[in-house]
């Protein structure tokens, strides 16, 4: 079993840039895909990113590609969500997810919030 509590939400202006950090707890970590998905306000969760347990391997939905980057440090047990050029509809609370690639679902945290100003 792993906890996972992320950190690094807030707010920022439209063409802005924010980096979500995930730290999990335990000795596995390294043992599991890592994933960062979230959910707006009246909307269903949506995936966003993914990275294999090596780190070697990433996943993101279309609408992120090329603005954010997904990436881990399996000797820290963290992973991290850099996000640039934010828009508004980015705007959300983000869950990091631990699980199985490429729909690492299986643990989620607590989430934080992210929000972009127009």
């Known amino acids: 079993q792993v906890q996972l509590v992320e950190s690094g939400g807030g707010l920022v202006p439209a063409g802005g840039s924010l980096r979500l950090s995930c730290a999990a707890s335990?000795?596995?970590?390294?043992?599991?895909?890592m994933g960062w998905s979230r959910q707006a306000p009246g909307k269903e969760h949506e995936f966003v990113a993914a990275?294999?347990?090596?780190?070697?391997?990433?996943l993101y939905t279309d609408s992120v590609k090329g603005r954010f980057t997904i990436s881990r440090d399996n000797a820290k047990n963290t992973v991290y969500l850099q996000m640039n050029s934010l828009k508004p509809e980015d705007t959300a609370v983000y869950y990091c997810?631990?699980?199985?690639?490429?729909?690492?679902?299986?643990?989620w945290g607590q989430g934080t919030q992210v929000t972009v100003s127009s």
């Open positions: 997810t631990a699980g199985t690639y490429p729909t690492p679902y299986d643990y």
């Open positions: 335990g000795r596995t970590f390294s043992s599991y895909a």
């Open positions: 990275i294999t347990r090596s780190g070697g391997s990433t």
